[in-house]
């Protein structure tokens, strides 16, 4: 008798197991199943984003525009996406898509555009001292917009220098640069009168506030790496 309720609870506990292991199988197919719907609904959602960012771009700047990458922030539920003009794919900015901005687009591409100016205005004073060198620059007008300015310096007919030169009086600038070269007794002096020869130049536009940083480094400890 009491080997038949033995056999009876063994019998009992296998079928619980057994329903435990199913039912734990079931729960995690589901879970899988769940995890494969949502990753397909967000690979669905980037790739609308990225034919919604390309669209509008085109409409905005009457040019085609790729799409490098999109990244959805869950946090916003907005998304993050590197766009570039096919006409130009080094140039790559970065538009957003937020709650934040009422899944507005707003993409910085006549920035960046402005901002290579800047540095192909720059550039020939920086190669000057040496060929080995990183550079960023820009010129800009912060705050509000009393003179139209916006205007002139998102018409890229218009050259940055000229953009410049008409509201020099409300723009601010901002050079740095990294030189990778040995700074000795031999060429001290010339380097000194090409940093001033660039203070002048910053001096000779007039505007109303600028920074200049330019750092120097070993170029022994860089002489492997990419700079």
């Not at 079931?26 to 494969?36: E, P, S, V």
């Not at 010339?190 to 170029?219: A, H, M, N, P, T």
């Amino acid at each position: 008798m009491e080997s038949n309720k033995s056999l009876y609870f063994k019998l009992v506990a296998v079928v619980l197991l057994i329903g435990l292991m199913f039912g734990l199988k079931a729960y995690q197919d589901a879970g899988k199943a769940k995890k494969t719907k949502e990753v397909t609904a967000l690979k669905k959602a980037k790739e609308y984003v990225a034919e919604e960012t390309k669209l509008y771009l085109k409409l905005k700047h009457n040019e085609e525009f790729g799409v490098s990458s999109v990244r959805y922030i869950p946090e916003t539920e907005g998304y993050e996406i590197m766009v570039y003009p096919v006409k130009n794919p080094t140039v790559e900015f970065m538009v957003t898509k937020s709650r934040a901005t009422g899944f507005q687009l707003n993409g910085s591409y006549k920035d960046e555009l402005r901002y290579l100016e800047s540095i192909k205005i720059m550039e020939p004073f920086a190669k000057k001292i040496s060929n080995k060198y990183l550079l960023s620059c820009d010129f800009w007008v912060d705050g509000d917009d009393p003179y139209n300015f916006r205007k002139k310096y998102e018409d890229l007919s218009i050259p940055h220098q000229e953009v410049i030169k008409e509201f020099h009086s409300i723009m601010s600038g901002n050079l740095f640069i990294q030189y990778f070269i040995d700074i000795k007794e031999s060429n001290k002096k010339e380097i000194q009168q090409k940093i001033y020869e660039i203070v002048k130049y910053l001096e000779s536009l007039k505007l109303g506030s600028y920074d200049i940083e330019i750092e120097f480094y070993d170029e022994a400890y860089f002489k492997d790496k990419d700079v």
